[in-house]
C-alpha cells in the first residue's frame, strides 16, 4: 500500500475561535484525515510572539485542543499535539535561521503590519515567526499545507527555505504544496464584511461569531449582520455583505452558490439572514454539546496531550536528526 502523504496545519491559540476559523479550518481539516496523514498542531511558540497572559495562554490552550477533537478531528487517526511540547520545533527553528534573510523575512506582509502595532520594541520573535512555521512544516515531511490565502506568503518562505537547504545537502526536506479550500475559505466580518472575520477583533463583539458564543447571540449577530438596501440576494462583489453571507450558508451547507441564490429567489434580507441564522445555529449546536464534554473529561484531554506529544516528538525527531547530521554536528 503507497504511504499516505503528511498535511500540516495549525492554529495560534491566541483568542476566542470563530465561525472563520470553523469554515477556514477546522470543517475542512475533519474532511481530509482519511486522505492524508494529518498533523494538527496548536502553535503556542508563535502565540508568544505577541504578549500573552499566561492563564489566558492556558485556557486558550485547552479550549483550542477540546475544539479540535469537537468539530470532528479523531485524535487517534490524526496527530495532534501542542507544539512546545515538541522541542524539535525550536530547535530546527534555530537552524532554519540561519538559513533564511533578513531581506527575505523584511517583506513579510504580517510582519508589517503586525510590528507596527508593537510601537519601538517589536519582539525579534515577530520577525523570525515564518521561519518558526516553516520548521514546524519541514519537521514532518510535510507535502500538504491546508491554510488560507493570507498564508500563501509564509508558504512560499518555507519552500525557499527547504529548497536553499536541499541544495547545500542533498534531499532532506519534503517541498511542501499549499492547499486552499474552494469555498467557505474566507469569511468575512459581519459589520465590516470587507474585512476578514479575525479571532482577534476584539473592538466589535458584533463583528465576529465566535463558535462558544451563545447560540441565541449567535442568531442575532446574523440578524444584524450589514447587508445594502436592494433587496437582492445576488452573489456580487458589489454586495459583500450578500456574498459573505451566501458563502457562510454553502460552506456550511455543502450547496453551491447557484443552488443557494436559486433557493432564496424572490426572498427578503430578514427571511434570508433567519435562513443563514438557522444552518449556523444547527451546525455550532452539537459542536458546543461536544466541547463541553470533552472540556470537562480532564484525563481524556491529558491523554490527548501526551499521545500527541508522543507521536509527534518522533516523527520530528527523525527529521531534526538528519538535519543535525547534514549540517556537521556531532552526536
Ligand atoms: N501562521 C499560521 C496562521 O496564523 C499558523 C501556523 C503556524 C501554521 N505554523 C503553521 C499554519 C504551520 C500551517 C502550517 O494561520
Given at each position: 500500500m503507497e504511504?499516505?502523504?503528511?498535511?500540516?496545519?495549525?492554529?495560534?491559540?491566541s483568542?476566542?475561535?470563530?465561525?472563520?476559523?470553523?469554515?477556514?479550518?477546522?470543517?475542512?481539516?475533519?474532511?481530509?484525515?482519511?486522505?492524508y496523514n494529518c498533523i494538527y498542531c496548536i502553535v503556542d511558540?508563535?502565540?508568544?510572539?505577541?504578549?500573552?497572559?499566561p492563564a489566558m495562554l492556558r485556557k486558550y490552550t485547552k479550549e483550542l485542543l477540546a475544539l479540535y477533537l469537537a468539530t470532528g478531528l479523531?485524535?487517534?487517526k490524526n496527530t495532534i499535539y501542542i507544539q512546545s511540547n515538541v522541542t524539535a520545533h525550536a530547535e530546527l527553528s534555530w537552524i532554519l535561521n540561519c538559513y533564511s534573510y533578513m531581506g527575505e523575512l523584511s517583506r513579510m506582509t504580517q510582519f508589517k503590519d503586525k510590528s507596527q502595532k508593537q510601537g519601538n520594541n517589536i519582539p525579534t520573535g515577530l520577525f523570525n515567526y515564518p521561519v518558526l512555521q516553516a520548521a514546524d512544516i519541514l519537521l514532518y515531511q510535510t507535502s500538504v499545507v491546508p491554510v488560507g490565502e493570507d498564508q500563501r506568503q509564509h508558504l512560499e518562505l518555507c519552500r525557499d527555505i527547504a529548497i536553499r537547504f536541499n541544495n547545500i545537502y542533498g534531499d532532506v526536506f519534503t517541498v511542501p504544496e499549499m492547499y486552499i479550500p474552494k469555498i467557505g475559505a474566507k469569511v468575512m466580518g459581519l459589520q465590516n464584511p470587507t474585512k476578514k472575520m479575525s479571532k482577534s477583533d476584539a473592538d466589535n463583539e458584533n463583528n465576529v461569531i465566535y463558535l462558544l458564543d451563545d447560540l441565541k447571540v449567535i442568531y442575532n449577530k446574523i440578524k444584524r449582520s450589514v447587508t445594502d438596501s436592494d433587496n437582492q440576494i445576488i452573489y456580487s462583489d458589489d454586495k459583500p455583505g450578500i456574498k459573505n453571507l451566501l458563502n457562510i450558508y454553502c460552506g456550511i451547507t455543502k450547496k453551491t452558490i447557484e443552488q443557494a441564490e436559486s433557493d432564496f429567489k424572490g426572498m427578503g434580507y430578514g427571511a434570508f439572514k433567519e435562513a443563514v441564522a438557522e444552518v449556523v445555529v444547527e451546525e455550532i449546536k452539537p459542536i458546543q454539546a461536544r466541547f463541553n464534554e470533552i472540556l470537562a473529561d480532564k484525563i481524556f484531554l491529558e491523554n490527548v496531550i501526551k499521545d500527541g506529544a508522543k507521536k509527534a516528538e518522533y516523527m520530528a525527531n527523525k527529521t531534526l536528526r538528519k538535519v543535525k547530521k547534514k549540517i556537521g554536528f556531532i552526536s
Open positions: 504511504e499516505k502523504k503528511v498535511l500540516f496545519s495549525g492554529m495560534q491559540p483568542g476566542k475561535p470563530t465561525l472563520g476559523n470553523y469554515l477556514g479550518a477546522f470543517k475542512n481539516w475533519s474532511s481530509l484525515q482519511e486522505e511558540l508563535h502565540a508568544i510572539t505577541v504578549r500573552q497572559e479523531d485524535s487517534d
